[in-house]
């Protein structure tokens, strides 16, 4: 059965956005992701959605933090995290406004184009 709720942010069907369909989705990307990623490493995916690349970046060998403002989709990260025992750290929040506790990456992500979501009188505009 079609799964019909969305994703309040811009109002995405959570069908595309499932971790199912976004593996999917984010495959053909991967090629060019891997070549940056080397074990030990400090990741950071921004807007991480249901987390399908932090599981690839984990994965890989990073050690990966995740932030997406969705509790729908940080929600399905989190039970993939316990299915599989993951290490990644999922918080749940506005990546404007968030204090980060690390401030050096050694790479960070931003996949699936969610700076068109942002409002833009926080850029300053
Ligand atoms: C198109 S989805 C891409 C998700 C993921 N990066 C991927 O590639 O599967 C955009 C994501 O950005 C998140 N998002 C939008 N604005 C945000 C904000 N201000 N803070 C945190 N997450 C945000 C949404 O909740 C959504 O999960």
């Known amino acids: 059965m079609a799964d019909d709720r969305y994703v309040p942010v ?21 090629e060019h992701i891997a070549p940056l990623v080397q074990p030990g490493m400090r990741a950071l995916d ?13 994965d890989a060998g990073a050690a990966v933090t995740a932030i997406d403002s969705s509790p729908l989709l940080i929600g399905e ?4 995290a316990a299915r599989r025992n993951s290490a990644v750290e999922f918080i749940q929040a506005d990546v404007l406004d968030y204090r980060f506790e690390t ?7 931003v996949l699936g184009n969610p700076i068109i979501d942002f409002p833009p009188e926080r850029f300053g505009g």
């Open 77 to 80: 990260a989190r039970t993939e």
């Open 46 to 58: 921004l807007c991480c959605g249901s987390g399908a690349a932090a599981f690839r970046l984990e």
């Open 103 to 109: 401030v050096a990456w050694d790479l960070a992500l």
């Open 10 to 30: 811009f109002n995405w069907p959570i069908g595309e956005l499932t971790l199912s369909e976004r593996t999917k989705s984010l495959a053909p990307l991967w």
